[in-house]
């Protein structure tokens, strides 16, 4: 099975800030890899599919990169509406693994 | 406009069943793999189960595999998930979510999710 890992696990940001987390897979996925996020007592919500495509009515302040095993989820200028938690997930293998999420709080 | 409607959560004892439908609307259903994904109170997402746009075939987490099905009723638009010999680790928010890619066998990023259903295992 592929595992996901992210980090970090948490971090601390102002509005304003330029924020990054990485996922990275057990064994290669190609480009099947895909961002959401999700807000408390809400479903997730997609953000980047296919490594770097970014989902339609998302701003273009997220962006992701990243094939084979490493990938980036960048915010350019984290915005009040951003704190949340950030989960990247697998769609190489038909175990759609999720990673353990990053949650971004208020510095 | 596309959504999806979770329902049949509840509190069951150890060991029961239960049926959770996803009913879905805005879309054409019949053209789209589904999936079901879980929440624990707390914690992180995970994936439970697949099931291909035609019905054909279905994948599902090690986790649940032999105790969850997963199935669809395309002329009632409508997901399931029947979940059997319940335990408490599987006390969580379960979602149905739409892939975002039509006719595609393998399944893929899901971009619609329903406001999910609370399912509790305890005696």
């Known amino acids: 099975d592929i595992q996901m890992t992210q980090s970090p696990s948490s971090l601390s940001a102002s509005v304003g800030d330029r924020v990054t987390i990485t996922c990275r897979a057990s064994?290669?996925?190609?480009?099947?890899l895909n961002w959401y996020q999700q807000k408390p007592g809400k479903a997730p919500k997609l953000l980047i599919y296919?490594?770097?495509n970014l989902q339609s009515g998302v701003p273009s302040r997220f962006s992701g990169s990243g094939s084979g095993t490493e990938f980036t989820l960048t915010i350019s200028s984290l915005q009040p509406e951003d704190f949340a938690t950030y989960y990247c997930q697998q769609s190489s293998s038909t175990l759609f693994t999720f990673g353990p999420g990053t949650t971004v709080d208020v510095k | 406009q596309v959504q999806l409607v979770e329902s049949g959560g509840g509190v069951i004892p150890p060991g029961g069943s239960l049926r959770l439908s996803c009913t879905a609307s805005?879309?054409?259903?019949?053209?789209?793999?589904m999936h079901w994904v879980r929440q624990a109170p707390g914690k992180g997402l995970e994936w439970v189960a697949f099931?291909?746009?035609?019905?054909?075939?279905?994948y599902y987490a090690n986790s649940v595999k032999g105790r969850f099905t997963i199935s669809r009723d395309k002329s009632k638009n409508t997901l399931y998930l029947h979940l059997s010999s319940l335990r408490p680790e599987d006390t969580a928010v379960y979602y149905c979510?739409?892939?975002?890619?039509?006719?595609?066998?393998?399944?893929?990023?899901?971009?619609?999710w329903g406001q999910g259903t609370m399912v509790t295992v305890s005696s």
């Open positions: 296919s490594a770097t």
């Open positions: 064994q290669s996925i190609n480009i099947y």
């Open positions: 979510a739409k892939d975002k890619f039509d006719s595609l066998m393998r399944g893929d990023a899901s971009d619609v």
């Open positions: 805005g879309f054409p259903f019949i053209k789209y793999g």
């Open positions: 099931i291909r746009y035609d019905g054909s075939k279905e």
